[in-house]
């Protein structure tokens, strides 16, 4: 029943955001029409309003976007001629779902084995080296990390392509640039869940027995280690997912991220409210999902 009423408590939500994202990109200066190269003259200007459903009360706008939505229509973009939102998001969510999917599959593979081996081997070299490199890359952000992997692998050791996104090798550094920081949260996490494991009554019960010390961490402190991981793995793919316009903007990589930053820029109204609705969509599903995958990890958990 939980996880029903959170279902259904997704639709109001998601309504109060629509009509937010609505009404803000409504209030912004300026209008989707301003920055054509070539001024449209008033008359053009207002056949243009008048097509668009521009010239109406905000309201009666949003009345007519929800009966297009409830469709499954998000509407004509007003900037990209003769595309339409639905499209957009065709082209561009494989892209970025990928991109978001090869930036966590990385943060997981580099960051459980490195929070394992530092708690394993804590207060050892491999403890200091681990957790100093965990710390540099949760201070690196993505977009100073980018420019850097361009510079040494495309650029300097011509190992990969510059940017865009048409075969496995434009693949690699964008995901690595993206993934890097939430690696080095991960490990942290990891490695602090598995110091506060190894302190449990049961795992000293266990160590009592006679238990190998690697075979006690691996089989008790790291699954209940991965419950604080399993948490953060929700905000952190919805991050990956809405915060890769910046990748997507360095390499060139033609995901959903670009189309917002632009259509923000743009005054695409119903682009704005479209892609704002879908990242809406993807956290909340995203949420659910880790909230489900929780409890079977523990089963004593219990949502009310």
Sequence with gaps: MYFVR????????????????????????????????KPA????????????????????????????????????????????????????????????????????????????????????WVDYVGSFLAVLAVCLPSFVVAPVLLLV???????????????????????????????????RILREGMLNAAQSEFVTAARAKGMGETALLF???????LL???SYAGPMLADLLTGSFIIESIFQI????????????NRDYTLVVGLSLLYAILIIGLNLVVDFAYKLLDPRVKYE
């Design 228 to 230: 604080p991981v399993v």
């Design 153 to 187: 692998f495309s650029l300097k050791l011509h190992w990969f392509p510059i940017g865009l996104w048409s075969s496995p090798w434009h693949m690699i550094l964008p995901p690595v640039a993206l993934g890097l920081y939430f690696s080095g949260k991960v490990t």
């Design 219 to 225: 089989k008790h402190a790291f699954r209940l280690a």
């Design 41 to 124: 003259s008033p008359e053009i200007e207002r056949n243009l309003q008048a097509k668009y459903h521009l010239d109406e009360p905000i309201w009666k706008q949003y009345c007519r976007y929800l009966r297009d939505l409830a469709h499954g229509d998000f509407g004509v973009s007003l900037k990209y001629r003769n595309h339409n939102v639905n499209d957009i998001i065709r082209q561009g969510l494989p892209v970025s779902v990928t991109l978001g999917g090869l930036a966590f599959c990385f943060a997981m593979a580099v960051g459980l084995p490195a929070g394992f081996l530092t708690a394993a081997w804590r207060g050892r």
């Design 6 to 37: 959170r279902i259904l408590f997704a639709v109001p939500l998601l309504l109060v955001i629509s009509a937010l994202a609505f009404v803000l990109v409504h209030l912004a200066p300026g209008g989707p029409f301003d920055g054509e190269r």
């Design 254 to 265: 033609p995901g959903i991220g670009v189309f917002l930053v632009n259509s923000s820029l």
